[in-house]
């Protein structure tokens, strides 16, 4: 039985009035992130992580934000096209460890759903999906309330 790692990495711009999502649900904040889709940085780099292990690519070549298929999608839909084409491809997800990087708001009260809510999309269990978060000290774009950052590593094995 093979394996594989894959890792993603995801980045989008906070302002007022923009919406929240997070490991898919939405966070109560005064700034969100401005995307062509729902801006989940989270599941985005998810998506990265889960195509790169099986090599497909990355989520732009698959999920073209020049397309407008993809305006204002749900990211939770997004991942679970992923899910499908690795899938597809005789993988299946061991594991997945993510880090999210933003000053605000604290996420760590929502963190168990957003590892269900991934889990679920999945078809795995919780206890595979790990969330974690930091705040980088104030420092940087992110420490500055600018943008957010996620950081994705998961282990396929072929089936």
Known sequence: ??????????????????????????????????????????????CDALLGAAKLGDIGSNFPDTSGEFKDIDSKELLGRCGRLIAGQGWSVVNADMTLCLQQPRIRPYIARMEEVMAGILGISADRVSVKATTTEKLGYEGRREGVTAYAVVLLENR
């Open 1 to 46: 039985m093979g394996q594989r790692i894959g890792f993603g990495v995801d980045v989008h711009r906070l302002a007022p009035g923009e919406t929240l999502w997070l490991g898919g649900i939405l966070i109560p904040s005064d700034l969100g992130t401005v995307a062509h889709s729902d801006g989940d940085v989270l599941l985005h780099a998810l």
